[in-house]
Structure formats: C-alpha cells, structure tokens
C-alpha cells in the first residue's frame, strides 16, 4: 500500500508528465491535434482496401468490424512501445533526484488512454451512422472494458518498462513482437476463423477477451457474454500484479544501469 500513497503524493507530476506528453505529441506539425483522429483514420483505410478488396475477409461492414476493435489495439501498443523507452528518456530524472519510478510509466499509459478516449469519439459516432445493431445497454459496459484494458495494458507497461533497462535491446525487439501479437489478436479477423486445434492457444492471448468484448459491445450490439469479462479481469489482475512486481524489483538498481 505504500507505493500507492506515494503515487497519491506525486499526483501533480504525474499529471505534469501527462500533460507534457499530450502536448508535446504533435508538437509543431500543421494538424497538431487532429492528427489524434487522422492516424487511427488513414490505418482504418489501409487495412479495409487490404481485407475487403484484396484478401477478402467477407465480413459484412468491414470498416465498422475492424474500427472498434483498432482503436483499443493501437491503445495497447503505442502504451508497451512508449513505456519500453520512459525510463530511458528519462533517466536525468531517474538518476538525479527520488520520486516513485512507477510515475513514469504510469504517465505513459495514462496520456495513451486519454488519447484513446478522444479517438472515441469518431468511434461511437460512426457506430451511431453505419451499424446495424446498437444496443445503448450494451454501451454501459464500455467503461468497464475500457478500465479492464487499462490496467491490463499498465501491467505489461510496467514489465517492459523495467526490462528495457537492464536489456537495451528489448527495445527494438518490442516492435517485432507488437506487430506479431496483433496478428495474433482478432484486430484483423473474426474469433471464428482460428482453427479449433489452436483455439487454447489463442485464448492465453490476455487482449483477446477486450477485444472480444469492445466488438460484441459496437459490432454486434450485444452485452459481453460473462465468460469474456471474467478472462479479461483476470489477465488484468495477473499481469498489473505481476507488473508491479517485477518493476519493483527492478528499479532498485536503475540508477546504477543508466
């Protein structure tokens, strides 16, 4: 509980940091923040002329499929991607004076999400235009999914973020890894397109069940099917559990490794 009451008391640096990442992201491009909207935009486009046109998934309304469930995914990893570098980027800080490491990668993920909830907006609002099935009880379960993921996504942020310390390389590894988890991830294509044999696999994947449920809630219109929230809610608990673990093993020696 310690390390709780001192994220509490570093409060102010942590929104500090936050601001600082959401301002200095587009920072001196001509569409400045509308390129919070423009990206997930132009990857929709490129990724439907691929699947629709070209490799033909056959999935009615293929914008909308892949639209709810691209958002929470590019989520997940611009967070693991920023947070493998936040010590690193930070290490004057890191090195000079004492605050609880775990604000730097709290930070990360934290403008990360708040950048997601604005990109929800163009979301929600196409759903409301195209879909065929909106179901506005379904839609009270978003908060909640986007909660789950939140922590879930904090716990790996967590691990990367200590790891990449002690293993430079993870950096450039992470890259790798991210784009084969999203292949790995039903982003792209539907839960029912995994063949039965790898399906036990495929459901150790801790993003399978979010994205599952974001699709089921703006897809199909249909409340999360309970079995999903359970699995997502223990991948959340494991890994932010886990997450705080190891980075606090971790950070003891930052200072020594930077």
């Known amino acids: 509980m310690n390390i709780f009451k001192e994220l509490y008391q570093y409060r102010e640096m942590i929104v500090s940091l936050i601001h600082r990442d959401l ?26 002329i691929v699947f629709s046109n070209i490799m033909r998934m056959g999935i009615d309304n293929y914008y909308l499929f892949l639209f709810v469930a691209l958002i929470p995914w590019m989520f997940c990893a611009s967070s693991i991607m920023g947070a493998s570098l ?23 993920v934290t403008s990360n999400f708040i950048n997601m909830l604005y990109c929800f907006i163009i979301v929600l609002a196409v759903v409301l235009i ?6 506005f009880q379904a839609w009270l379960y978003l908060p909640v999914i986007a909660v ?49 044999e790898y399906m036990g696999i495929f459901q150790l994947n801790p993003m399978t069940p979010v994205i599952v449920a974001y699709r089921d809630i703006l897809y199909y219109g249909t409340v999360p099917h309970f079995e999903t929230l359970v699995q997502a809610v223990g ?8 997450g705080f673990i190891i980075f606090g093993k971790l950070k003891k020696n930052f200072a020594e490794e930077l």
């Not at 195209?130 to 179901?135: D, G, L, Q, S, T």
């Not at 991948?235 to 886990?242: E, P």
């Open 23 to 48: 301002r200095g992201r587009y920072k001196g491009s001509v569409l400045g923040f509308l390129w919070t909207f423009i990206n997930p935009l132009l990857q929709l486009v490129v990724y439907t």
């Open 86 to 108: 936040c010590i690193l980027q930070n290490q004057s800080l890191v090195t000079k004076i004492y605050f609880p490491r775990e604000v730097l990668p709290l930070s990360v």
């Open 130 to 135: 195209f879909a065929e099935n909106v179901n």
């Open 148 to 196: 789950i993921e939140y922590i879930l996504v904090l716990g790996i942020s967590f691990i990367v973020a200590g790891l990449t310390v002690y293993f430079r390389d993870l950096e450039h590894i992470l890259g790798i890894l991210t784009m084969a988890w999203q292949f790995l991830t039903p982003v792209m294509y539907s839960v029912d397109m995994v063949p039965q």
């Open 235 to 242: 991948f959340g608990i494991l890994l932010s559990v886990l």
